[in-house]
């Protein structure tokens, strides 16, 4: 081989090398860019996440405040049954009390 084809030879190699090199860098590009987005969605996913969780702890907050509230109106309706009970129960013992006053006096 003469020296005009060696450096023909490593002018193709070269220019091989380069277009090697340059379709390696495109790759690398995009898969950065790749990356990125990923990173991008995790993030919006994380963030989503979070907001979810401090709505979740909202609800239970909410939620807690109404069993409270449905156990004192509940007691406070139980208390008002027994009261008119009470009350009823003591209207029939007074007319029962009468009916047997007046059966006495006959």
Not at 6 to 32: G, H, N, S
Not at 56 to 84: F, G, H, M, N, P
């Amino acid at each position: 081989m003469s020296e005009r084809d060696l450096v023909k030879e490593l002018k193709t190699q070269i220019a091989d090398l380069t277009v090697d090199r340059d379709e390696a860098l495109a790759k690398v590009k995009t898969k950065e860019a790749r990356l990125k987005q990923v990173m991008i969605k995790l993030e919006h996913a994380t963030g989503d996440v979070q907001n979810v969780g401090h709505r979740v702890a909202e609800r239970d907050k909410e939620i807690a405040t109404l069993k409270a509230k449905l156990e004192t109106k509940d007691k406070l309706l139980q208390d008002a049954l027994k009261k008119i009970k009470g009350i009823y129960e003591d209207s029939t013992e007074k007319e029962e009390d009468q009916k047997e006053i007046s059966e006495d006096e006959e």
